[in-house]
Structure formats: C-alpha cells, structure tokens
C-alpha cells in the first residue's frame, strides 16, 4: 500500500472572484528575486512592480495562485515552518501595498530528497500539474487559464491543463537547458517581468 503524500497549502480566495478565469504564478524569479535555492525568510525579496501587477488582477476579480516547487526542504537545507515564514512575508509585503494571492501551493519532494521522507516521485512536482489540478479544483474548473514563470517546467506543467503560458525574462528567464531539449517547452508569450504579464493577460481578457 503506498503511503498518502501529505501537502500544505493556503487556499483562501477572495469574495466576488471572476469563476472563468485564474492566473498561476511560480514564486521564485517571477514574485520574489532569484535566490539561489531560497530558504530563509531574509533572503525574499520581491521584485519590483509585482505588487501593482497582482493587485491589477485583484482589481478585475481575477483569482492568483503561487505555484512553486521548494526542494530546499527535501535537500535539508530548511524545514517547512521556514517556507511559511517566507509565504508570510510575502503576503504580509503584498498586503502593505494593498494586494493579495488567493492560494499558495508548493511541493517539497524530490525523487532525488537526502531527506527520506520527501524522496518521492510526486504528482505536485513541477513539471507535473498536480498543484495546479488540486487548485483548480477548490476554484471550481475556470476555463480560461494562464500560467506565468520563468522556466520549462512551469510551461509544462501549465501546457498540461491548458494553461496559456508566459515566460518572463526575471530569474531564469527561460534560460534553463530544458528550453533547448524540450519543444514542449516553448512558451506561447515572452514579456519582461509580471506587470507586462498582468498587462497581456488583462488584454486577452477585454
């Protein structure tokens, strides 16, 4: 019998939010500067304009969900009251200038974990979709979907619910070697940072 895979997650959405719609954002590089593997609450720090850009989509009713892969808790190199201390602040940071995520949800397994109980091949792991499944879920299916990060595997996890995925240029940038081995991996928009992401995504949605 294989053992339940336990995951925290915030699921707290707004009221009077749009049901057609919702934006997926990955943390790291896209919400908060690219930190090697992150994990300490000093460390965050939130990259310019993401503030405005999420309080845009809070403005039109738009559901915003953080999706994010967090092995530095299978690695060891912090446990996962530490990854809540960082959450906090960032929606202690958006809240200061009036904005807010309706969900946070992030994996910490690692088939490759050195610390055993997270070695685990896991459904929520980007580039699987398994956090964006459970999130989409609890908002009840929204059609249109969008997906916005900074590297392959977050265009394919969103490619994988139908997600229209947007790669910016912070963090990685779309950098990572799996851009250049996985034509799966494309994305369909490129922009700078999330406020041109904000930006396009409210377009489509005129």
């Not at 934006?23 to 690219?34: A, I, K, M, Q």
Request: net charge negative; charged share 25%; aromatic share 6%.
């Amino acid at each position: 019998m294989s053992k339940e895979i336990i995951h925290e997650y915030i699921f707290s959405p707004a009221p009077g939010l749009r049901g057609d719609v919702v934006v997926f954002l990955d943390r790291d590089g896209v919400v908060n500067r690219e930190v090697h593997l992150l994990h300490s609450v000093e460390d965050f720090d939130m990259l310019p304009g993401v503030i405005g850009a999420i309080k845009k989509l809070n403005d039109a009713s738009i559901p915003v969900i953080v999706i994010s892969n967090q092995t530095v808790v299978s690695r060891g190199m912090c446990d996962e009251k530490e990854i809540g201390r960082i959450h906090h602040r960032m929606v202690r940071e958006l809240s200061l200038g009036g904005a807010k995520v309706d969900g946070i949800f992030y994996c910490p397994h690692s088939p490759q974990a050195d610390v055993e109980q997270y070695r685990i091949d896991c459904d929520w792991r980007k580039p699987k979709s398994g956090m964006l499944k459970k999130a989409l879920e609890l908002l009840g299916n929204p059609l249109r979907r969008f997906m916005v990060g900074d590297m392959a595997r977050d265009v394919l996890a969103g490619k994988d619910v139908g997600c229209v995925t947007i790669v910016v240029d912070t963090g990685h940038g779309g950098e990572d070697e799996v851009f250049g081995q996985d034509p799966n991996a494309k994305p369909d928009v490129r922009v700078a940072d999330l406020s041109g992401a904000v930006d396009w995504i409210l377009r489509q949605l005129l």
